[in-house]
């Protein structure tokens, strides 16, 4: 049993069969102007859970997390978050259910230190992560707490942008391809952070191109290809399925 899968049982009381779906997709289709970018996806990530988004760039991964919270204008299908259908609701009341979404560009406010950045956030969803648990998450930022965001390194900007979506009170994650471009040392860090989060009981989506980083971690990985989810792998069966990941995700 894996610990997402321990910790749905001691916060649920059920067994593995009766875990809270913190998202269920079901038939999801979803259109930039006329071009169909998403044919029917269907997934389902229970409380607690880590699980990754993996395929070749143009295989709708990016594009599953906008239209989760409501960032793509024409979606058909359904989308629950917490038990409640979101597929016609606007982002800011996706978000107030605690929904949080890390995109690839950060979206930090470059002019702001540090301690801005974090102060800005509103409170969408329970209590927001107090800004000294933050530091003590992250020790670079406060050792840059006066720096503007156009100080920071590229891997601080992405401690950052993920710090500012804990301050906000979200425990549904979505977070894409934030390890691209950084340090080891970096992603290293952010590893051990996404572990704290995951014990915590927290529900993490992973767009990633680094599977080591996230094999080491998910409880589960989705494998897109052309729109559509096109194998499920789950923790135990990496080894058994590996020719799956030769097929979808060799360049």
């Known amino acids: 049993m894996s610990a997402a899968q321990g910790h749905a049982r001691e916060i649920g009381g059920a067994d593995a069969a009766e875990r809270i779906a913190e998202i269920h997709i079901a038939d999801l289709h979803a259109y930039y102007g006329e071009s169909h970018a998403l044919h029917g996806i269907d997934m389902t990530v229970h409380r607690g859970e880590l699980v990754t988004l993996l395929g070749r760039n143009g295989a709708g991964r990016s594009t599953t997390l906008r239209a989760i919270v409501g960032l793509i204008g024409r979606r058909t299908g359904s989308i629950r978050l917490k038990g409640e259908e979101v597929i016609a609701r606007p982002p800011h009341a996706i978000a107030h259910l605690g929904v949080g979404y890390c995109p690839e560009e950060r979206g930090i406010f470059a002019s702001l230190s540090v301690e801005e950045n974090l102060m800005l956030p509103p409170v969408v969803a329970g209590g927001g992560m107090a800004v000294a648990e933050i530091y003590e998450m992250f020790p670079n930022l406060a050792e840059r707490r006066r720096s503007p965001g156009t100080?920071?390194?590229?891997?601080?900007?992405?401690?950052?942008?993920?710090?500012?979506?804990?301050?906000?009170?979200?425990?549904?994650?979505?977070?894409?391809?934030?390890?691209?471009?950084?340090?080891?040392?970096?992603?290293?860090?952010?590893?051990?952070?996404?572990?704290?989060?995951?014990?915590?009981?927290?529900?993490?989506?992973?767009?990633?191109?680094?599977?080591?980083?996230?094999?080491?971690?998910?409880?589960?990985?989705?494998?897109?290809?052309?729109?559509?989810?096109?194998?499920?792998?789950?923790?135990?069966?990496?080894?058994?399925?590996?020719?799956?990941?030769?097929?979808?995700?060799?360049?």
């Open 151 to 251: 100080r920071l390194s590229g891997g601080e900007q992405q401690m950052l942008a993920m710090a500012r979506i804990l301050r906000t009170g979200a425990d549904v994650l979505l977070l894409d391809e934030i390890t691209e471009g950084l340090a080891p040392v970096i992603v290293e860090k952010l590893a051990e952070v996404l572990g704290v989060l995951k014990a915590r009981g927290y529900t993490i989506v992973l767009v990633e191109q680094n599977f080591r980083f996230a094999a080491a971690m998910a409880d589960r990985h989705f494998i897109m290809d052309h729109g559509h989810v096109a194998e499920v792998v789950e923790a135990a069966e990496l080894e058994a399925k590996a020719h799956v990941f030769e097929e979808y995700l060799s360049v």
